[in-house]
């Protein structure tokens, strides 16, 4: 049976705002193993004015790492490095759940970000409260929606080469994709550029709806657990996805068009090597079965990804 692990966030096990493939890892797990992984998400700002609800290792991580944070607001926890990851494999990461931690949530409006820059110039945040027994937020104005828990990064290392990378920009390495398919019960799949992959997660969302678009989801903080599996078998360059209904192919790029082009061909590339289609033929299927939507358009690379039926 795979050896069960718990990592935790405190200041030796979260990055505030960067991926590195030069940070050492805080965890070593053999392929197959379970993993539950404590997530934070708030800067000082955002935190709520009763100091109770804040959770202690948030309070920690904040107060430790105060000269010590990246280019981006998320808190990283990892990596972890899984035992007989190479550059070339692929890291099949199962995602099993993604717990609420916390009773608060929060959404921002960044002066000049957002897909309506002009229009939105003023800081502005909501405090969201959460009930998790009922699985239900209360938005200031009184209104209730349900939630639908998710992480916005998983993420192996980038490439040594690239050096520190700022948290916010999604890439082939994974990162800051914030799809909100990618829901326990999902698969994620990324092409592993280090030895031992190092595997970091954060960014947890209560309820994102597609797009993202004034730059924040209900940020809130999570608890998930994931089984971390090497792949030899899969070649893929770039993230792909699957749930018990669907593949998930993506694209990110600067340009939405390119991103849509990037994601219609890996479908492409997924169907022709699981399926004894041609290229045409699955060009063709895509088309006539796919679903193409847009993942997120704040984050630098654009996403687009297509949800295509496995039972077809």
Known sequence: MPTPHHLPATPDTVAWGYLDAARRAVLQVQSGDEVVIDTLSGEPENLPADPARVLPDHRAVLEAQRKERGEGVHHLTGPIHVDGARPGDCLQIDILAATLRQDWGFCE????????????????????????????????????IALDPFFGIMAVAPPPEWGRL??????????????????????????????????SVGDGHGRQGDGEVCIDALETALQ?????????????????AETPSHWISMGLHPSLDQAAEQAVRQMVQLLTARTGLDRSQAYMMASMLGDLRITQVVDGNKGVHMLYPKDI
């Open 166 to 199: 700022a948290s916010p920009v999604p890439w082939a390495f994974g990162g800051n994709i914030d799809n909100r398919a990618l829901v326990p019960g999902t698969t994620l799949y990324l092409p592993v550029f280090n030895d031992g992959a190092l595997f």
């Open 224 to 240: 998930g657990r994931f089984r971390l599996t090497v792949r030899r078998d899969i070649p893929e360059s770039a993230p792909f």
């Open 109 to 144: 409006i960044l002066p000049l970000k957002g897909i309506l820059p002009a229009e939105f110039t003023d800081y502005q945040q909501i405090l969201i409260d959460i009930d998790r027994v009922r699985n239900q937020a209360t938005l200031p104005w009184g209104q209730s």
